[in-house]
């Protein structure tokens, strides 16, 4: 049996995450990588539609690492908390792991994220629950 907890980010914070990666993917690093993989896949005669798919591609799955990160920043705390009250070492840290990569996030209409976090015991999620 799993048990659901659900939990929000504020609208402020969702804005001000995704302002953070735009920027990111707009300017420094990431876009002098980018550059340079468009001129690769240009030297290696890749049709711009597919180089654009690839890009895209990229950009999603960055998105969705650093949306991970973001669900730890503002979560990990109370998942840590939560976990380690019933379980230690290696198995501790694998459920910390799986709670925040398997967390689903939804976006609302006022930008804010409603977040659900599927725990294996009554337990867990209640001091979740708690500690948030």
Do not use: Y
């Not at 730890?72 to 379980?87: C, D, G, L, P, Y």
């Amino acid at each position: 049996m799993s048990i659901t907890i659900q939990k929000t980010i504020p609208a402020s914070r969702m804005l001000q995450f995704n302002q953070m990666v735009d920027r990111w993917l707009e300017e420094g690093p990431i876009k002098l990588a980018t550059n340079a993989t468009i001129t690769a896949m240009d030297n290696a005669g890749i049709p711009k539609a597919e180089q654009v798919a690839i890009i895209e591609d990229r950009n999603i799955i960055m998105k969705h690492n650093m949306r991970l990160g973001l669900i730890s920043e503002v979560f990990a705390k109370a998942i840590e908390t939560a976990v380690n009250s019933f379980r230690s070492g290696s198995e501790a840290q694998d459920e910390i792991a799986r709670l925040i990569v398997t967390a689903v996030g939804i976006r609302q209409e006022d930008h804010s994220e409603l977040v659900t976090f599927t725990f294996l015991t009554t337990a867990e999620a209640s001091s979740f629950d708690a500690a948030c």
